[in-house]
């Protein structure tokens, strides 16, 4: 029975995971689209948040 609970775990996550794929992928495409075409125009990418975020 634990078993069953364990690989329900598991199922979730993955439905989870690919969920986020079909979200995200766009929003991150784009993102780094922004972040290269920043780059390589010679612009500066500044990123900044708390010490305790940085471990």
Do not use: N, W
Not at 36 to 49: D, E, I, N, Y
């Amino acid at each position: 029975m634990l078993d069953l609970r364990i690989q329900q775990h598991f199922i979730d996550s993955a439905d989870l995971q690919y969920q986020a794929a079909e979200t995200l992928a766009k929003p991150l495409d784009a993102g780094v689209q922004a972040l290269m075409a920043c780059v390589t125009s010679g612009g500066k990418v500044m990123v900044c948040g708390e010490g305790s975020a940085a471990a």
